[in-house]
């Protein structure tokens, strides 16, 4: 089922034509109103008689959340709006009851239960604030523990189970609009710094029909801990995750709904860090509920295994490979369907396993190289899929599992067939540490190997993103105005250790306290390999990035000036101490024992050894990596009389998009520097 065309059809994925109607544009127009409503989400209730369907959104932070909610009841075939006494578009991830009589929703940091027959509302929780957030989280856990819908129903639809944040601690940062009204005025955004305490979060259980919550005994300082996983374990329990403060150690616990009893049953420990668990699965119960499917990394890879309530688990995955992400557990064939890709980290496919566990097995056809993506069927045997590689342009099909043979689709569209491939050529180098990395490069067009070419480095080089992966689109610089190729530019990327790829738990976590030094000499080391090719000019070196990939621009102008001639940090954490907490302490430590690897890592410890040309590029409403880190920045610089060039985008934020004109201006600029301070073509 999807949106198409204003209204909401069932597609037969064997044969796209074949389409059916289920919600009209007459059903999707209110009464008396001329034009139906739009349609930006959807949802059925378990019995399929009802719609649920999101429209008139807007964005909080990252995503479009909040938004005016509509039922459409096909019995009745009648279309009401949920909510309809509070503001418009202030609803958040509202949820049909599992029989399907009532929706749950947010609303003011508040949770509502309301009939859909009487249209009567109830306020479950009544003391939501600005900064005391009921249902839903605050800036630090939405962005960095991907936390957003905060409430889930019990299965029986009697009672809800919700996360409450109070953030009435946390200071404001206070962003400066100086853009949209006559006098500048604050927009201030609850942001925990390192050092400053994380929001308390507790888990709260409430009666649909209202009344006292009751709050969850679950043991451990609450502010000194976060919750980043809950769900019902059945009628009356829940399962939650709780992670330290230092987010290495993670503990499983049941909690009896009822009493609040909680039940510590599996726990780990990472000398360095423990991810939380992928919230976009749910939590994988199998064995009719008895136990569950979980990942670690304890053995030195990420596997699967299975835990019981009673914390017994068992190992279903084993080699030497990491499990990228579950995809589906399909109980009635007693398969896990997962991603991963042994033997090429720049590469992911579709794996097997038996429930079981045992040796897993190869799904994606050994031809199809390149980045694959799969939507199972909840019976495990058919799947949307897509894939693509840096020679094969974005192609979606239907295919049948385990077998993987085509049932439709499978041509590329034409506006990706459009669009000019870059030439890029994967190669793996080892420096003079030991350590394997893996590149890409596209080489300039009519490429000659007598003479010399200027080079430009993309980097990232944190544990949020990998840039070397071989899908479509890998060796594209859409900041660069026209073909880096023909121009005659080197384009190259490589992936230090610290980046999220699947090369094991030792790879990825050796960056531990050494964000802005680690990561920084494995990229210098491998760009010193690659300068030893004759056709590459070493006068002419040239790094760029954006967000950490800005900061690892700056650390590598900075601390390797001897490579790095030429560099363009766009959106910079310039100061890691700055950065919020949940992220930066993740992966440094924490306060005041940690202090200095925060300190003596951050580009700003090294601002007085710049030597090349350097052009910082920064919103000033940027809400995720603040202004305040540019200003530190340019004041050190100015300090050690350094010279530089500055781009401000007044009040837009971490994307740089907003304003008409916005993200052409920023091309013009990134290209202009680069061509006057590392010009294009051989020599």
């Known amino acids: ?139 630090v856990y939405e962005e960095e523990l991907d936390c957003r819908d905060g409430f889930r129903w019990a299965p029986d639809g009697q009672h809800i189970a919700y996360w409450q944040l109070d953030a009435r601690k946390t200071p404001n940062y206070l962003m400066l609009n100086t853009t949209d009204a006559l006098y500048p005025f604050n927009v201030p955004v609850e942001y925990p710094v390192v050092g400053e305490d994380p929001s308390r979060c507790r888990i709260g259980v409430v009666a649909v029909n209202g009344g006292e919550t009751k709050w969850m005994d679950v043991p451990g300082d609450a502010v000194q801990h976060y919750i980043p996983r809950m769900e019902w374990a059945g009628n009356g329990e829940l399962i939650l995750q709780q992670l330290n403060r230092r987010q290495n150690e993670s503990k499983l616990m049941l909690v009896n709904a009822n009493t609040g009893a909680a039940n510590p049953i599996y726990s780990e420990t990472d000398k360095a860090w423990i991810d939380a668990k992928d919230g976009a699965v749910g939590w994988n119960w199998v064995d009719g509920g008895k136990s569950f499917v979980w990942s670690s990394e304890k053995d030195g890879w990420r596997h699967l295994y299975t835990v019981d309530r009673k914390g017994k688990e068992k190992l279903l995955t084993k080699g030497d490979y990491d499990v990228i992400s579950i995809e589906q557990i399909s109980e009635p064939t007693g398969t896990i369907y997962f991603m991963a890709s042994p033997t090429n980290a720049t590469q992911q496919y579709l794996y097997k396993v038996p429930l079981k566990g045992g040796k897993a097995e190869r799904v994606t056809p050994q031809n199809l190289g390149g980045t694959h993506g799969y939507d199972i069927s909840p019976n495990g045997k058919i799947a949307l899929h897509n894939y693509s590689s840096t020679t094969v342009f974005p192609v979606s099909d239907v295919v049948s599992l385990p077998a993987h043979q085509r049932l439709n689709g499978g041509e590329a569209s034409a506006q990706a067939r459009s669009i000019e491939l870059p030439k890029a050529e ?21 490429f000659d190997p007598k003479k010399k070419y200027p080079i430009v480095f993309y980097v990232y080089g944190e544990p949020a993103s990998q840039t070397v992966t071989d899908r479509f689109g890998t060796g594209f610089n859409r900041l660069y105005q026209g073909s880096m190729a023909d121009d005659g530019y080197i384009y190259a990327s490589l992936e230090n250790r610290g980046a999220p790829a699947p090369r094991g738990r030792e790879f990825r976590k050796a960056i531990y306290h050494n964000i802005g030094k680690l990561n920084i000499r494995d990229q210098a080391m491998g760009a010193k390999e690659v300068l030893k090719n004759n056709w590459v000019d070493t006068s002419r070196v040239a790094v760029w990035g954006w967000s950490g990939g800005g900061s690892s621009t700056l650390s590598l102008l900075f601390q390797y000036p001897q490579i790095y001639k030429t560099g363009i940090s766009i959106a910079a954490v310039d100061n890691q101490l700055n950065y919020d907490n949940i992220y930066q302490e993740r992966y440094m430590g924490l306060l005041p024992e940690d202090k200095h690897y925060f300190v003596d890592n951050s580009p700003l410890a090294h601002a007085s050894k710049l030597r090349g040309n350097l052009l910082l590029i920064h919103g000033t409403g940027d809400d995720n990596v603040h202004y305040n880190n540019a200003e530190q920045m340019i004041n050190e610089l100015v300090r050690h009389g350094k010279v530089f060039q500055l781009m401000s985008y007044p009040n837009r934020t971490h994307s740089i998009s907003e304003g008409e004109g916005t993200s052409r201006h920023l091309a013009a600029t990134y290209t202009k520097f680069l061509k006057d301070n590392c010009p294009p073509g051989g020599r």
Request: hydrophobic share 35%; glycine share 8%.
């Open 426 to 446: 994967f190669f793996q180098v080892k420096t003079e540490d030991g350590v394997t990395l893996d590149g890409w490069m596209v080489k300039p067009s009519n």
């Open 1 to 139: 089922m999807r949106a198409q065309d204003g209204e909401i059809v069932q597609l037969d994925l064997r044969d796209p034509a074949k389409k059916v109607t289920l919600v009209s544009k007459q059903m999707l127009t209110p009464a008396g109103q001329q034009a139906p409503i739009g349609v930006r989400r959807f949802a059925f209730s378990d019995n399929g008689q009802k719609v649920l369907i999101n429209t008139n959104t807007k964005k909080v932070w990252r995503y479009d959340t909040r938004g005016d909610y509509w039922v459409y009841d096909q019995a009745a075939k009648t279309l009401k709006q949920v909510g309809k006494d509070k503001p418009a578009s202030s609803l958040m991830f509202a949820k049909f009851s599992p029989d399907g009589s009532k929706v749950a929703y947010v609303s003011g940091h508040n949770v509502y239960v309301e009939d859909i027959a009487s249209g009567t509302s109830k306020a479950l929780t009544t003391d939501g604030t600005d900064k005391l957030i009921n249902g839903t989280f605050d800036w």
